[in-house]
C-alpha cells in the first residue's frame, strides 16, 4: 500500500500537491525543457487546472522562487499552449454570466489582469523600490501604474453602462458610493504618478501610497464581484446584459477584451431579428421630415447633420433627464445610450454633482442663462459650454452641452485665404 501513499501524498491537501506540481513542471520549462516534453507529464499529473491555480503558483514562482516578474510573462505564452484545453474556465458553462462575451465574464475577466499587475508587477516593483529606489525600478513602476490607469476603461463601463440600469430598478447607494471610491482609486494612481515623476528621496510617502493603491484596487475587484455583480444578475434581464454587451466597444475594454461576441441561447430566432427588433425602437428612424421655421430635413438627414458637427452636443429636459447627445466620430467625453433617460445627476461622479446642482438651478432660477468652462486633457484643450435653453415666453426647457476641442483653434496664426491641396 506504501506506494499509493506515496503517490497520492494523502497527508498534503490536494490543492497543494497540484500547486507544487504546477511549479516544477514552470521551473522545467524555465530550465529549457520543451513544451511537448512536460505537456504530456501535465496531463497526466494535474488533469483539469484552474486560473485561480495557475495564478496562484505564478505568484508563488515570483516571490518564493526568485524568478523575475518579466520572465514568468514570458513563460506565460509558454504554459498557456500546455494548459490549453484543460482549463476549466474554457468549457462554456450553461449559465450565460460564464460565457465569453458577457458583460459579468468580461468585468471577471479583467479584474484577473488586474489582480496580475497589482499584486505580481507593481507589488513586486514597490518592494524593490523601498530597498533601492533606482531610476530603473522607477521607471518600471511608472510603466506600471500607466498599465493600471487603464482600468478608467473598467470602471467607466460599470458607471455609464451598469450603474443607469440599476438605477431603474431603484438602487443608488452603491452605484453612487462605488462610483465614489472609483474616482478615489483614480486619483491615488494620477498622484503617484505624478509624485513618481518628480521623486525627491520620499521613499516611505511613495511607498505607503502604492500599497494603499494595492489594497484598495483589490477591494474594489471584492466588492465588485461579491456585491455588485451579483445584484445586476439578479435583477437585470438578458436584454439589458445583451445591450450592455454591444455598447462596451463605445468605452473599451482595460487590459484585456472579450475574444468573442456572446450570443445568448435564445438566439436560436433568425438572424438579425433581434437587431431588427431593437432599431425599431431606438436606433434607426422612420423615414419621416421635420419642419423648420428656416428649412425642411428628414429625419436621417437631421440626425446625420448632427453627427458631422465638429463639437459634442447632450441635451438634458427640464426635469434633469438626458434625452439626446450627438455621435460623432470622435466624441471627447464617453456617452452610451443607456445614459439616455437617466437624471444628469446620476450621470457624475459624487464629488462633482454639487456643481451640477447650482448650475442647473441658476439656469432654471434665470440667474444664469451660460456658463463656460476649460480643461487641458493631454494634448486637447476642451472648451465645454453651458446654455440654458429657453421658448418663446422665457420657460426653461432643458439645458444644452456643448463641448469642443479647440486645440487646432487657438493655434491659428495669420490668416488663410485658398483651399487647401
Not at 474554457?90 to 479584474?111: A, C, D, M, W, Y
Amino acid at each position: 500500500m506504501s506506494e499509493l501513499i506515496n503517490n497520492r501524498e494523502v497527508d498534503v491537501p490536494e490543492q497543494t500537491r497540484r500547486q507544487a506540481m504546477l511549479k516544477e513542471i514552470i521551473k522545467e520549462l524555465h530550465a529549457g525543457k520543451s513544451v511537448e516534453e512536460v505537456k504530456a507529464r501535465f496531463a497526466e499529473a494535474v488533469g483539469d487546472v484552474t486560473v485561480e491555480e495557475i495564478s496562484a503558483m505564478e505568484h508563488s514562482l515570483m516571490t518564493e522562487e526568485g524568478i523575475p516578474v518579466e520572465e514568468v510573462q514570458r513563460l506565460c505564452s509558454v504554459h498557456t499552449a500546455i494548459f490549453k484545453g484543460s482549463i476549466e474556465q474554457i468549457h462554456r458553462s450553461v449559465r450565460p454570466e460564464e460565457q465569453p462575451g458577457h458583460p459579468v465574464h468580461t468585468f471577471k475577466l479583467e479584474n484577473r489582469e488586474i489582480e496580475r499587475l497589482v499584486n505580481f508587477r507593481l507589488e513586486l516593483h514597490a518592494d524593490k523600490f523601498k530597498k533601492n529606489a533606482s531610476d530603473e525600478i522607477i521607471f518600471k513602476l511608472l510603466e506600471d501604474l500607466s498599465l493600471l490607469l487603464d482600468l478608467d476603461k473598467h470602471y467607466s463601463r460599470k458607471e455609464n453602462l451598469l450603474f443607469p440600469y440599476l438605477e431603474k430598478y431603484g438602487i443608488y447607494g452603491p452605484t453612487k458610493v462605488m462610483w465614489g471610491v472609483d474616482d478615489g482609486i483614480r486619483n491615488m494612481i494620477k498622484e503617484a504618478k505624478k509624485t513618481l515623476s518628480a521623486y525627491n528621496g520620499d521613499t516611505e510617502q511613495i511607498a505607503a501610497s502604492l500599497e494603499e493603491i494595492i489594497k484598495e484596487v483589490n477591494e474594489m475587484i471584492f466588492k465588485e464581484e461579491n456585491i455588485l455583480l451579483p445584484m445586476a444578475l439578479d435583477k437585470l434581464t438578458e436584454d439589458e446584459w445583451v445591450k450592455i454587451a454591444r455598447e462596451s466597444d463605445e468605452i473599451g475594454f482595460c487590459l484585456a477584451a472579450p475574444d468573442q461576441e456572446w450570443i445568448p441561447e435564445r438566439a436560436a430566432e433568425p438572424e438579425g431579428a433581434d437587431v431588427q427588433a431593437e432599431g425599431a425602437g431606438e436606433g434607426l428612424s422612420p423615414q419621416g421630415f421635420i419642419r423648420f421655421e428656416t428649412g425642411l430635413l428628414s429625419l436621417h438627414q437631421l440626425e446625420t447633420l448632427m453627427n458631422h458637427l465638429p463639437v459634442d452636443l447632450t441635451f438634458i429636459d427640464e426635469n434633469d433627464v438626458v434625452r439626446y447627445f450627438s455621435h460623432g466620430k470622435e466624441r471627447i467625453f464617453a456617452r452610451t445610450k443607456a445614459v439616455i433617460g437617466r437624471t444628469v445627476q446620476n450621470c457624475h461622479p459624487p464629488q462633482s454633482v454639487h456643481v451640477v446642482e447650482k448650475l442647473l438651478a441658476d439656469f432654471k432660477a434665470g440667474v444664469k442663462d451660460a456658463e463656460d468652462f476649460w480643461i487641458n486633457i493631454k494634448d486637447k484643450f476642451i472648451y465645454i459650454r453651458y446654455f440654458a435653453v429657453r421658448d418663446e415666453t422665457g420657460r426653461y426647457m432643458g439645458t444644452l452641452e456643448f463641448t469642443q476641442n479647440i486645440a487646432p483653434i487657438r493655434a491659428l496664426e495669420g490668416q488663410k485665404r485658398i483651399l487647401s491641396e
